[in-house]
Each structure stands twice: as structure tokens, then as C-alpha cells.
């Protein structure tokens, strides 16, 4: 049995070593391919100086030099490329091209403050949906998860900007006003000391990703139900709510964490057109100033910025899936 447990335990972590090299491998390759894709489409627009400088581009070529220096314009387009992807590996994003300041500076206070909304948003979700898919399974086919069935439908399929619109007119505007319609901070001020100003993104966010999570673990809660141990519990005489705590809810986690990776990963950059709609401070309003001022720069780093934390997530998920599956780990261990 020594013997026996000396040989499995080097198979086992050179197995969990190939994995998470091949895994970490697939996520370099994917992330380079963004980048090449985005610097690509963002060259492909045109000229960025004469979309810059407008009416200004034929009155001011020192300005216009000035610009085709700072992008090394004059550069051939992969020379251009390699250029900006070291500076990328190195931490420096750039510089924006319209207010000339380093992108990390501009966009470094936006991302943490978009990552608060995240964070908030999954501190509400998890729970909330978790209840819900508790609910409807435990109450299969009867009028409880009839109306989880339909509500959930129903708000999956409407756009995220419409119900920050419907919550705006609702209890800031037309019925009430009860919360600020869009975030206004001073100057240092971050969000999390305006918690009223927090509410409706956080609740139009909320919404959007929600009834998703909700369907998905009430499918995988009804899969496992329905499962021949769980049914030998209940033969046992376990009550139903042990069941349900000790048998149900723990294998339904792979299924939490992967689905809620992927809510999470759609929420840094979903959330872009609600950050807009309330005036957040955050990565989107960023985005979508830059983009309407052809700050090509600033478009780049955010577009890497989403990318990354896309692929960390899901390799996160990934790891953890392994971790919660026995069955997968004793895989990698032959």
C-alpha cells in the first residue's frame, strides 16, 4: 500500500501539472489573438489622426506630426504591433491621444470602480438565485415554479438598458424618487461612499443576469433530485430539507461555479451600456468615450482589460470545477 501510494501521487500531480499547463497555454494563445485582432481592427478604421483632430487635421500639421509620432504611424503595421504588445507585456498601456495622458492613469480608477459593481452585483446574484433554483425545484410542476419559470423567462429577454430605463422612470423620475437617476460624484469621491447612487445599477445588473443562473441551477437541482442516491436517501427516511441541504445543493456547485464564471465574465463587459445609462464611473462610459473620440489607445487597453479578466475567470472556474469533481481528479491522477 506504501508502495502503491509513492507511485499514484507523482501521476497525480504531473497529471494536475499538464493540465493547468495546457489550460494556461490555451489562455496565453487566446489572449494574444485578441490582441492581434483588436490592434488589427482599431488600425483598420482609417486614419486615427485625421478622426482626432477633425476640421483641425489640414490646419495643423505640427499637431498632426505630433499625433503620428506618439502612435509611430510611420512605422510599417507589424513593426507598429510588436511595439505595442512589449510596451502591453510591460504594463504600459499607452498614452491617450485625446487628453495625453497615460491610459493606466485614466482608466486605472474606472476599472477598480467597475470591479465594485461586479462585485456587488455577484454578492446579490449568487444568493438570489441560488433561493430561487431552490425553490422552483423543490416545488417541480406546482404554481411556485410555474411563476419562477415565467418570470425568469420573461426578464432574460429583455435588453439590460431597457430595465435600467423602466427602474429610472419607476422610482427616480415618473413614480417616484426615491434614488438618483444617474451617479454623480465629486471629484475623489468613490462610489462605494454613495451607496444610494448604487442601487439602480446594481439592480438593472441584477436583473440581466439573474433568471440565467436561476434556470441553470434549477435544472442541474431537478438533475440531481432526480438521481438514484438521492433517491436512496429518501428511502432511508432522510428528511426531504437534509436531502435537499446535504445531497442536492453540494452537487450542484460545478454547475454554480461554471455558469456563474460565465455571468460574471459577461458582466465586465455587459455591464458597459449600464455604466453609460447611469453616468457610473466605471470601464464603460470610458469605453464609449473613447470610442466616439477615436481615443484608439484607450479602446485597446480596455478591450485587453475585458479580454483578461474573460480568460482568468474561466480558467479560475475550470480549476475549481476539478477541485469539486473527484471523478475528474482521480482522471488526471492515471
Do not use: C
Not at 413614480?175 to 451607496?195: D, F, K, Q, S, Y
Not at 458597459?272 to 484608439?296: C, H, Q, R
Amino acid at each position: 500500500m506504501m508502495g502503491a501510494t509513492k507511485v499514484r501521487r507523482p501521476s497525480a500531480a504531473r497529471g494536475w501539472t499538464l493540465w493547468l499547463l495546457r489550460r494556461t497555454a490555451l489562455a496565453v494563445l487566446t489572449l494574444w489573438l485578441v490582441s492581434l485582432l483588436v490592434f488589427l481592427a482599431t488600425s483598420a478604421l482609417g486614419d486615427p489622426v485625421r478622426a482626432i483632430l477633425g476640421k483641425d487635421y489640414a490646419v495643423s500639421p505640427d499637431r498632426v506630426a505630433a499625433i503620428r509620432e506618439t502612435l509611430a504611424l510611420d512605422r510599417p503595421l507589424l513593426v507598429r504591433y510588436g511595439r505595442w504588445l512589449s510596451r502591453l507585456l510591460h504594463g504600459d498601456l499607452g498614452t491617450s491621444v485625446a487628453n495625453n495622458l497615460p491610459v493606466g492613469k485614466l482608466v486605472g480608477d474606472k476599472i477598480v470602480n467597475s470591479g465594485f459593481l461586479v462585485l456587488l452585483v455577484a454578492i446579490v446574484m449568487l444568493p438570489l438565485a441560488t433561493g430561487l433554483a431552490t425553490l422552483s425545484g423543490r416545488h417541480r410542476s406546482g404554481p411556485v415554479d410555474h411563476a419562477v419559470g415565467v418570470v425568469t423567462l420573461a426578464l432574460a429577454g429583455v435588453p439590460e438598458f431597457v430595465t435600467g430605463i423602466l427602474l429610472v422612470a419607476l422610482l427616480s423620475t415618473s413614480v417616484a424618487h426615491w434614488l438618483p437617476a444617474v451617479t454623480v460624484l465629486p471629484i475623489g469621491t468613490r462610489p462605494w461612499n454613495r451607496p444610494a447612487s448604487m442601487v439602480l445599477p446594481v439592480a438593472t445588473l441584477v436583473i440581466a443576469v439573474t433568471p440565467y443562473l436561476t434556470r441553470m441551477l434549477r435544472s442541474s437541482l431537478v438533475e440531481v433530485l432526480d438521481s438514484d442516491y438521492v433517491e436512496l436517501a429518501r428511502l432511508k427516511g432522510v428528511p426531504e430539507a437534509r436531502v435537499l441541504r446535504r445531497h442536492a445543493l453540494p452537487n450542484t456547485v460545478v454547475p454554480t461555479i461554471q455558469v456563474t464564471a460565465l455571468q460574471l465574465a459577461w458582466l465586465v463587459g455587459g455591464a458597459v451600456m449600464v455604466e453609460y445609462l447611469f453616468n457610473y464611473p466605471g470601464i464603460g462610459a470610458t469605453m464609449v468615450d473613447a470610442v466616439k473620440n477615436s481615443d484608439f489607445p484607450v479602446v485597446q487597453a480596455l478591450t485587453m482589460v475585458i479580454a483578461a479578466v474573460y480568460v482568468v475567470v474561466n480558467l479560475v472556474a475550470d480549476v475549481l470545477s476539478i477541485l469539486f469533481t473527484p471523478r475528474a481528479r482521480t482522471g488526471m491522477a492515471r
